[in-house]
């Protein structure tokens, strides 16, 4: 069975970066397609970027677009996400997940703790 644990939040003043980390275990990554999910306070968990298994098609959210950057290193069983230029609204709880090719459909119901991001001054 795949586990992703997600790492590398924290509290970061806007205009500021952060990278987050995707870590699977149980399975390899190649055959998955992997998308980061957002959960601010408040408000339902939002798909924001997605990224095929090759790597080669990506996916963002209009809010995060120009600004977040996901990737993915297979041989590592890695995916990540690079956030900069970071604003208060982007204030949240990040998960990744396992979706169906070409939607933000989770594959599991099945979700991990995330990993806080928080942006303020």
């Known amino acids: 069975q795949l586990r992703l644990v997600e790492s590398g939040g924290g509290l970061v003043q806007p205009g500021g970066s952060l990278r987050l980390s995707c870590a699977a275990s149980?399975?390899?990554?190649?055959?998955?397609?992997i998308a980061w999910f957002r959960q601010a306070p408040g408000k339902e968990r939002e798909g924001i970027a997605y990224?095929?298994?090759?790597?080669?098609?990506?996916n963002y959210a209009d809010s995060v677009k120009d600004r977040f950057t996901i990737s993915r290193d297979n041989a590592k069983n890695m995916v990540y996400l690079q956030m900069s230029s970071l604003k208060p609204e982007d204030t949240g709880v990040y998960y990744c997940?396992?979706?169906?090719?070409?939607?933000?459909?989770?594959?599991?119901?099945?979700w991990g703790q995330g990993t806080q991001v928080t942006v303020s001054s």
């Open positions: 997940a396992a979706v169906l090719y070409g939607t933000y459909d989770p594959l599991s119901d099945n």
């Open positions: 990224i095929n298994n090759s790597g080669l098609d990506t």
């Open positions: 149980g399975r390899s990554l190649d055959y998955y397609a």
